[in-house]
C-alpha cells in the first residue's frame, strides 16, 4: 500500500465547476505539498500546509491532521487548470519526501 | 520561470554508460533537491544538498551521486545506467533547506533515455 493515496486517479470535469482532489497518508507528517505539474512537464509548488487551510486566488488547500487527510479545491474551473496534481508529504521523522501517483485533471471548455 | 535551470533538457544514452545531469539553483538559494520521475515509480526523491553539505538522502541508488559545489550549482552522476533509469530527472531549489517551511522552486527537467 502506498503511503501516500490520491483520488481519483483521473477527472474530468467541466468548465466552471468546483474540484476536488482528495490525499490520504498513513503516518504522522511535518508537513504536506501540493504540486502542479502541467503537460509539457514542469512542475510548480501550489501549496504547502502543516495545519488548517490556504488560499490562493481560486485555489484552496486544506488539511485535517488527526484524519491525516488533506484536500485540493479549485472553483471555476478552466481550461488552463488541466494538469496532473500531486500530493507530496514529509513525515515526522523521516527527511524525504513521498509523493502520491497524481490527479490527472482534464478541463472541458 | 522559475529561475531554476538543469542542463540538458535530454539526453540519450546506453546501457552501462555514466552521465552527468546539472543543476543551477536560483539566485540566492542555498539548497538543492534532485528528484526522479518514471513512469513507474512516480515522484521519488532521491537527494537534498545545503550549502555544499548533504542534508538528506531519499531513494537513491549506490550506482548514483551528487554533490552541490561552492557557487551552488549541483549535479547528478549516474553510473553503469540501466534501461529502468530512464526518467526524467528534476532539480528544485529553496532558500534555507528547511522542507517543513519553505516553497521549492522546481527547474523544467531533463529527460533520459537509456537504450
Known amino acids: 500500500k502506498n503511503e501516500v493515496e490520491q483520488s481519483p486517479q483521473n477527472l474530468t470535469a467541466q468548465e466552471g465547476e468546483f474540484i476536488t482532489i482528495n490525499c490520504s497518508y498513513s503516518v504522522g507528517i511535518s508537513a504536506l505539498h501540493w504540486l502542479q505539474q502541467h503537460p509539457g512537464g514542469g512542475i510548480v509548488s501550489l501549496f504547502m500546509l502543516s495545519s488548517g487551510k490556504k488560499k490562493h486566488g481560486r485555489l484552496i488547500a486544506t488539511i485535517n491532521i488527526q484524519e491525516k487527510h488533506s484536500s485540493l479545491h479549485i472553483t471555476a474551473s478552466h481550461p488552463r487548470d488541466s494538469a496532473v496534481y500531486i500530493c507530496?508529504?514529509?513525515?515526522?521523522?523521516?527527511?524525504?519526501?513521498?509523493f502520491g501517483a497524481g490527479t490527472r485533471l482534464t478541463v472541458k471548455p | 520561470d522559475s529561475g531554476v535551470t538543469q542542463t540538458p533538457k535530454h539526453l540519450i544514452t546506453a546501457t552501462g554508460q555514466r552521465v552527468t545531469l546539472r543543476c543551477s539553483p536560483r539566485s540566492g538559494d542555498l539548497s538543492v533537491y534532485w528528484y526522479q520521475q518514471s513512469l513507474d515509480q512516480g515522484l521519488q526523491f532521491l537527494i537534498q544538498?545545503?550549502?555544499?553539505?548533504?542534508?538528506a538522502k531519499g531513494n537513491i541508488l549506490e550506482r548514483f551521486s551528487a554533490q552541490q559545489f561552492p557557487d551552488l550549482h549541483s549535479e547528478l552522476n549516474l553510473s553503469s545506467l540501466e534501461l529502468g533509469d530512464s526518467a526524467l530527472y528534476f532539480c528544485?531549489?529553496?532558500?534555507?533547506?528547511?522542507?517543513?517551511?519553505?516553497?521549492?522552486?522546481f527547474g523544467p527537467g531533463t529527460r533520459l533515455l537509456v537504450l
Open positions: 544538498y545545503y550549502n555544499g553539505e548533504e542534508r
Open positions: 528544485a531549489s529553496s532558500v534555507e533547506g528547511l522542507v517543513i517551511k519553505e516553497t521549492q522552486y
Open positions: 507530496a508529504v514529509l513525515f515526522y521523522n523521516n527527511n524525504d519526501m513521498r
